[in-house]
């Protein structure tokens, strides 16, 4: 019988909360823009749309959520 796998969106939800972990854990949970410790998360520099970018440790920081949705609006 054969073993069913796990769907691809399954697998990029699991690789995603893992890589948010690993960049918040890297940066210490401080806002790389700010420096506040309230609600971090993880922000990427460039959209996550594309799969060659999107777990690329260079293209994320430990941003709080007020500055990661003003970068979200007013992206580079």
Known sequence: MKKKLPSRKNC???LD???S???RERDKH???VCGSFLHPQ???IFSRV???TRWDDRN???MCAACNIRH???AW
Do not use: D, M, S
């Open 42 to 44: 993880c922000g990427h």
């Open 60 to 62: 994320a920081v430990c």
């Open 72 to 74: 979200e609006q007013n």
């Open 21 to 23: 972990l690993y960049i």
């Open 50 to 52: 594309a799969y060659a």
């Open 30 to 32: 401080k806002c790389q």
């Open 12 to 14: 990029v939800r699991r």
């Open 17 to 19: 909360r893992a890589f």
